[in-house]
């Protein structure tokens, strides 16, 4: 944690009398005594200090400064990110006897998943779970993501709301079965990301950029929030096919139309996927941090919708499951029938390209909130193609083969690649015009 440094250590030894009792007391009863020697001296009552919750994890002799050095008065937002502590203390001595967290030679990440609702080919992820003895996955919902918007419409409809509360639980199933967990907040994510960072003893934020103005806007926020507490925020680029640093111009200077970026792209190498961890080390969070609980959609200030139409018939989006669980399962599918499909093809390809994208359809709504990595998407199809996947070329299948639906998604990865990357690029330079007339944009509203 930024807060506990080299000095701080010299200028108050781990035998200072000024320590917290607590500390001591958890000491003692990692040792040994005789026979004869009871608790009895030990006071059935241990008046803690405020900042108790965050000492809790922290247990440093840096955390006793004076406020000067890092605020550590808890406001009414805070007391709602930490759990109550229980009645008893031991159970903080058995998580940290020695006084400092476990792995204290490494530091601990707080990875912010957004829309990236999976493990695998996760990049800041991965690169916490390597840079970090621990790690603390969180997912925030936002109140402003929700409601009516100004023209009277929901921000976020009741199908979509539901399908991203089925992907947010499968992604905590997946990391408890491996051992860690996921913290979901509803919130403002520049208020909680840095006041679980804090109570966590986190050194550095991790998360994938987006590409929209709003949620640039966003990134900047809690960047500024987060940074104000000393800790490091890096944020990584994962929802395309192609790695923006890959790309063979600069951001700014990339074509404004299609045909222009798909030659410019052209014979250009995908990154190879990042595989999903088989164990995770989460910061522990008994007597720290509740996980929390996942909202309705009652909570959201959403009504569940009807599963069924006016001619009985399932609504459209209503039978949808959320998650990596089910996008990887629906990929196996997708890609099968892919290869599998009928010749269909004539002078125009015209049905073929139809047929193709009417299977997209059936892969979009997890490409579309990150339940599935476009990049293993790629190399899945690429594993049941009978040739090779020709990309940046329009999809032609002329040689009595059956890829034109595989190769078809292959043509709109590209495009929504390029969607991305021109929206990415004019979020810029509308960022730098403000900058530059010192205009700033209003405001979010509460």
Same mark, same amino acid.
């Given at each position: 944690?930024?807060?506990?440094?080299?000095?701080?250590? *010299?200028?108050?030894?781990?035998?200072?009398?000024?320590?917290?009792?607590?500390?001591?007391?958890?000491? =003692?009863?990692?040792?040994?005594?005789? =026979?004869?020697?009871?608790?009895?001296?030990? +006071?059935?009552?241990?008046?803690?200090?405020?900042?108790?919750?965050?000492?809790?994890?922290?247990?440093?002799?840096?955390? =006793?400064?004076?406020?000067?050095?890092?605020?550590?008065?808890?406001?009414?937002?805070?007391?709602?990110?930490?759990?109550?502590?229980?009645?008893?203390?031991?159970? !903080?001595?058995?998580?940290?006897?020695?006084?400092?967290?476990?792995?204290?030679?490494?530091?601990?990440?707080?990875?912010?998943?957004?829309?990236?609702?999976?493990?695998?080919?996760?990049?800041?992820?991965?690169?916490? =779970?390597?840079?970090?003895?621990?790690? !603390?996955?969180?997912?925030?919902?936002?109140?402003?993501?929700?409601?009516?918007?100004?023209?009277?419409?929901?921000?976020?409809?009741?199908?979509?709301?539901?399908?991203?509360?089925?992907?947010?639980?499968?992604?905590?199933?997946?990391?408890?079965?491996?051992?860690?967990?996921?913290?979901?907040?509803? &919130?403002?994510?520049?208020?909680?990301?840095?006041?679980?960072?804090?109570?966590?003893?986190?050194?550095?934020?991790?998360?994938?950029?987006?590409?929209?103005?709003?949620?640039?806007?966003?990134?900047?926020?809690?960047?500024?929030?987060?940074?104000?507490?000393?800790?490091?925020?890096? @944020?990584?680029?994962?929802?395309?096919? @192609?790695?923006?640093?890959?790309?063979?111009?600069? !951001?700014?200077?990339? +074509?404004?139309?299609?045909?222009?970026?798909?030659?410019?792209?052209?014979?250009?190498?995908?990154?190879?996927?990042?595989?999903?961890?088989?164990?995770?080390?989460?910061?522990?969070?008994?007597?720290?941090?509740?996980?929390?609980?996942?909202?309705?959609?009652?909570? /959201? *200030?959403?009504?569940?919708?009807?599963?069924?139409?006016?001619?009985?018939?399932?609504?459209?989006?209503?039978?949808?499951?959320?998650?990596?669980?089910?996008?990887?399962?629906?990929?196996?599918?997708?890609?099968?029938?892919?290869?599998?499909?009928?010749?269909?093809?004539?002078?125009?390809?015209?049905?073929?390209?139809?047929? &193709?994208?009417?299977?997209?359809?059936?892969? %979009?709504? #997890?490409?579309?909130?990150?339940?599935? %990595?476009?990049?293993?998407? @790629?190399?899945?199809?690429?594993?049941?193609?009978?040739?090779?996947? +020709?990309?940046?070329?329009?999809?032609?299948?002329?040689?009595?083969?059956?890829?034109?639906?595989?190769?078809? /998604?292959?043509?709109?990865?590209? #495009?929504?690649?390029?969607?991305?990357?021109?929206?990415?690029?004019?979020?810029?330079?509308?960022?730098?015009?403000?900058?530059?007339?010192?205009?700033?944009?209003?405001?979010?509203?509460?």
């Amino acid at each position: 944690m930024a807060a506990a440094s080299d000095s701080d250590a *010299g200028a108050q030894p781990r035998d200072d009398p000024s320590l917290l009792p607590f500390a001591s007391f958890s000491l =003692a009863l990692s040792i040994r005594a005789p =026979a004869t020697t009871t608790l009895a001296s030990v +006071p059935s009552t241990i008046h803690l200090p405020t900042q108790i919750s965050t000492l809790a994890v922290c247990l440093h002799p840096s955390a =006793a400064q004076p406020p000067s050095r890092r605020p550590t008065r808890l406001n009414s937002a805070t007391s709602s990110v930490i759990a109550p502590l229980p009645s008893s203390t031991l159970g !903080l001595s058995r998580s940290f006897p020695s006084g400092a967290p476990a792995g204290a030679g490494r530091r601990r990440t707080l990875v912010w998943f957004r829309a990236d609702l999976r493990l695998h080919d996760h990049e800041p992820f991965h690169a916490a =779970a390597g840079a970090s003895s621990s790690l !603390l996955p969180v997912f925030v919902f936002d109140p402003r993501d929700f409601g009516k918007s100004p023209s009277g419409f929901d921000r976020t409809g009741p199908y979509r709301a539901n399908f991203l509360l089925d992907s947010v639980a499968d992604l905590r199933r997946s990391l408890r079965a491996r051992g860690g967990d996921l913290v979901v907040r509803v &919130g403002r994510p520049e208020v909680v990301i840095p006041e679980l960072a804090r109570a966590a003893c986190a050194e550095a934020v991790y998360a994938h950029g987006e590409v929209s103005r709003d949620e640039v806007r966003a990134e900047e926020r809690v960047q500024k929030a987060v940074e104000k507490e000393g800790i490091n925020v890096k @944020y990584f680029w994962g929802s395309t096919l @192609y790695h923006v640093e890959d790309l063979p111009f600069h !951001l700014e200077d990339m +074509p404004s139309n299609y045909g222009g970026f798909r030659e410019a792209v052209k014979g250009l190498e995908v990154r190879k996927v990042l595989e999903a961890p088989e164990e995770v080390k989460c910061v522990p969070m008994k007597n720290v941090l509740e996980p929390g609980d996942i909202p309705t959609l009652a909570e /959201l *200030g959403l009504t569940a919708p009807p599963a069924m139409a006016q001619d009985s018939k399932p609504v459209v989006g209503s039978t949808l499951i959320g998650g990596e669980t089910e996008a990887l399962e629906r990929l196996k599918k997708f890609a099968v029938e892919c290869s599998m499909q009928p010749n269909k093809s004539d002078k125009s390809n015209t049905r073929d390209s139809i047929y &193709g994208a009417n299977f997209s359809c059936k892969i %979009s709504p #997890w490409l579309a909130t990150g339940c599935l %990595s476009p990049r293993f998407m @790629y190399e899945e199809l690429k594993k049941h193609a009978t040739r090779a996947i +020709p990309l940046g070329s329009t999809p032609k299948n002329n040689d009595g083969t059956s890829d034109a639906g595989t190769n078809w /998604l292959m043509f709109e990865l590209l #495009w929504r690649d390029f969607f991305r990357f021109i929206t990415k690029k004019y979020s810029s330079v509308q960022k730098a015009s403000e900058v530059a007339t010192g205009c700033t944009p209003a405001p979010a509203l509460a």
